[in-house]
């Protein structure tokens, strides 16, 4: 007790607080969500997003020299000419993000791919999957896409697959499927605990995948529930995850620190569109700094139990850190 221990004696210069350290960045573990449209030589600014753009595979290309981050999140983001019902183009194998992929691996094959496998962009309705007559999201028919649309990204050199789309199943679908095609060693990174948040909506500008009329409540978690979103991911982990992610993550550090002591696989956190937001308006705003904010929520998501944080921060992350 006080006066004979005191707890700033160890934090009174910058060695002694850097001897002590629990949780640090490290940029091996953060991964950069990348959004890829059809065409060549487009770089066109999110709107909602400052600093975040859509890219062609051209431009990916040109970047992909540049980067400093070691692992990319794609997402397809297709024209709307290019959507129907049952989101065909996302089994294309010349689609999007199998280009993407090719383009990225000639670059750059040390870099970790993962795609995100979901239809919400590839759809006229914007829901995650194939709908029934009454507007309902089906289930089973909704993994057969998904599996096959997993399997054209595997073909096409993901290292690892992520399936965003919270139907029932999805794992042990995608898993057989690539499985059946030989795929063995393409890895599933599971979207396991993600919630139906209001923080996803610069996203739907990026990604161009709003859902036209409803919302995404009978799929993905409720905000509400904890024990709910444990027991979701711990089935995904039975399914055969080589990955769980909780999604958002600052938001929902409880939920990531609980999995963290239940589950055995390592976790990703998905710092969202909407947290990335906060963030730089409010810098914009100048009530903020950027950097040492954006810094401390990145390790506290760390610190919560995160072995990989996806972040739109990433590869500025790695040039403050010094990569
Ligand atoms: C696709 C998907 C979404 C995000 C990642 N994958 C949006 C959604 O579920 O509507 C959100 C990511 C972000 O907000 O940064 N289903």
Same mark, same amino acid.
Not at 132 to 141: A, I, K, P, V
Not at 268 to 272: G, N
């Given at each position: 007790m006080f006066p004979d221990t005191r707890m700033r004696r160890c934090r009174r210069t910058e060695g002694l607080r850097a001897?002590?350290? /629990?949780? $640090?960045?490290?940029?091996?573990h953060l991964i950069l969500p990348l959004f890829v449209v059809a065409g060549s030589g487009r770089q066109e600014p999110v709107a909602s997003m400052p600093g975040v753009s859509r890219i062609s595979v051209d431009v990916l290309r040109r970047q992909a020299n540049e980067f400093r981050v070691c692992a990319v999140l794609l997402f397809g983001v297709p024209e709307e000419s290019d959507k129907d019902e049952c989101g065909s183009a996302a089994l294309r194998e010349d689609g999007? $993000?199998?280009?993407?992929?090719?383009?990225?691996?000639?670059?750059?094959?040390? $870099? &970790?791919?993962?795609?995100?496998?979901?239809?919400?962009?590839?759809?006229?309705?914007g829901h995650c !999957?194939?709908?029934?007559? +009454? !507007?309902? #999201?089906?289930?089973?028919?909704?993994?057969?896409q998904l599996s096959r649309m997993a399997a054209t990204h595997a073909a096409a050199g993901a290292d690892m697959v992520a399936p965003s789309a919270m139907t029932d199943g999805q794992v042990?679908?995608?898993?057989?499927?690539?499985?059946?095609?030989?795929?063995? +060693?393409? =890895?599933?990174? +599971?979207?396991? =605990?993600k919630f139906a948040s209001s923080f996803y909506g610069p996203f739907r500008e990026a990604a161009r995948s709003a859902p036209k009329w409803g919302d995404r409540r009978s799929y993905q978690l409720p905000p509400h529930n904890r024990r709910e979103a444990i027991r979701d991911a711990l089935l995904d982990e039975q399914e055969g995850a080589d990955w769980l992610m909780v999604k958002p993550a600052l938001p929902y550090l409880d939920v990531l620190? /609980?999995?963290?002591?239940t589950a055995r696989l390592p976790i990703?956190?998905?710092?969202?569109s909407g947290e990335y937001c906060m963030l730089k308006y409010a810098a914009q705003a100048g009530v903020l700094d950027e950097r040492s904010a954006a810094l401390e929520a990145? #390790?506290?998501? $760390?610190? =919560? !139990?995160?072995?990989? &944080?996806?972040t739109y921060y990433a590869e500025a992350i790695c040039r403050w850190i010094g990569r």
């Open positions: 001897l002590s350290r /629990e949780s $640090v960045i490290e940029p091996e999007i $993000v199998p280009q993407a992929l090719r383009a990225l691996k000639a670059e750059r094959p040390e $870099v &970790v791919a993962i795609t995100d496998v979901c239809l919400c962009a590839y759809t006229s309705h !999957g194939v709908l029934s007559d +009454s !507007g309902e #999201l089906e289930n089973d028919s909704s993994l057969e042990q679908a995608i898993r057989a499927s690539l499985d059946a095609a030989a795929f063995r +060693s393409t =890895a599933i990174m +599971s979207y396991a =605990a620190a /609980e999995l963290r002591s990703a956190a998905y710092q969202v990145v #390790l506290c998501i $760390v610190r =919560a !139990g995160a072995d990989a &944080v996806i």
